[in-house]
């Protein structure tokens, strides 16, 4: 979970000045963290990657590949504007490979999945045309009631770089698929590291995890304690063009787009659907309007005084607003004293209809944890949970 110095931000913009950011990349030993890359220069981009400048609105990192510029429309303006084929014919450049290696994650592996160590200050958030408000008060996490098989929640894991990372993530609703959701939804940067890099490998996600206690108070527990609801490996991932584009270690206007939803299969096929054995999946409220909503946020902190084992949750009230672009919608932010770890976890508001759903995820937050922000789901992210649910 990429950190920012939060508290400062309405001063600094007030007075017209940058505020230095800092950052730990994903929940995991490598994740994209450390410094950023040099602003680009200007000129042509061409799709052949490798590049720099922009195309239309895009203004372009150095070293992108060549499949991550085919088929960008020519502003950030017009992927609102994007088909379901443009989505395939992007994603087809972008291909997520996870094949499952059975009995790959055991509590050992699991166990030696920790946050990275924060990275020195390496970007600045642009003014944001006032709509950055001041920081929330802090909010205590409160340890969520046993079992966890009672709600959509879970702990997801991965490999990077020769290292083992985790996150926090919800089982959603499928449009395509109502009642037998498959889908998974966590942060951008629990999934791919950003500009210029890989999809992360081997990525699972365990629903309920730890839901008996039995690896709490650091005791070892069997990886079916650890993994009561099973192992379900990630076959289609999609984030935002915008993370893969310019997502990094730092918490920036990538974050505005920090969001990825992923499709799974169980390790060992019982012909149910991850919804069916969860029992549950929460719609995605696309849109929600952020001064009617109280939010709470879900997850898995780790760093101290979280271990990682147990699920926790902030009632964080009427969500404030934080800006790196005022292009983009404003991010939501409450308080919060949750670590890292909870990067990816649901944010979860009632509707006007009664059913809970999902606004946001956890993103980044301060570096003296005390809130968390997380990305306003407008037309892109609906138009990402579209493709994914009608995928085949």
């Not at 934080?322 to 649901?346: A, Y």
């Amino acid at each position: 979970m990429p950190v920012i110095h939060r508290s400062a931000v309405a001063a600094a913009l007030a007075a017209g000045t940058l505020l230095a950011v800092t950052a730990c990349g994903p929940d995991g030993p490598s994740g994209g963290g450390g410094t950023a890359a040099p602003p680009p220069a200007t000129g042509s981009a061409t799709a052949t990657g490798g590049g720099s400048g922009a195309i239309g609105g895009i203004t372009l990192p150095t070293g992108l590949p060549s499949g991550l510029l085919e088929g960008l429309p020519k502003s950030w303006d017009d992927l609102t504007k994007w088909t379901f084929d443009d989505w395939d014919k992007w994603a087809s450049k972008n291909v997520f490979n996870n094949p499952i290696v059975k009995d790959f994650w055991n509590p050992d592996k699991m166990g030696d999945s920790k946050p990275a160590d924060p990275a020195p200050p390496t970007a600045k958030p642009a003014g944001d045309a006032g709509v950055t408000d001041p920081e929330p008060p802090v909010v205590k996490a409160v340890p969520v009631p046993r079992p966890y098989t009672k709600q959509p929640s879970g702990k997801i894991f991965f490999s990077a770089d020769g290292g083992r990372g985790n996150c926090s993530a919800t089982v959603i609703a499928d449009p395509a698929h109502p009642g037998r959701s498959n889908l998974v939804w966590t942060a951008g940067h629990c999934v791919h590291p950003g500009k210029g890099g890989k999809y992360f490998k081997d990525l699972v996600f365990v629903p309920a995890y730890n839901n008996s206690g039995a690896s709490s108070g650091g005791k070892k527990a069997p990886l079916a304690e650890l993994a009561p609801l099973g192992t379900w490996w990630a076959k289609d991932v999609v984030t935002s063009p915008q993370w893969l584009v310019e997502g990094g270690g730092t918490g920036d206007a990538a974050s505005q787009y920090d969001f990825a939803i992923m499709r799974v299969s169980n390790q060992n096929d019982t012909g149910k659907s991850l919804e069916e054995t969860v029992g549950s999946a929460v719609p995605v409220w696309f849109d929600a309007p952020r001064d009617k909503v109280a939010v709470s946020a879900v997850g898995y902190p780790l760093f101290k005084p979280f271990d990682g084992q147990e699920l926790y949750k902030c009632e964080g009230g009427k969500p404030t607003r934080l800006s790196f672009d005022p292009k983009r919608p404003s991010m939501l932010t409450i308080g919060c004293n949750m670590t890292q770890g909870s990067s990816g976890g649901g944010w979860f508001a009632p509707m006007p209809d009664g059913r809970t759903a999902l606004v946001s995820n956890t993103s980044i937050g301060t570096q003296d944890h005390t809130s968390l922000s997380g990305p306003y789901l407008e037309t892109v992210a609906k138009q990402a949970l579209d493709w994914i649910s009608k995928k085949k």
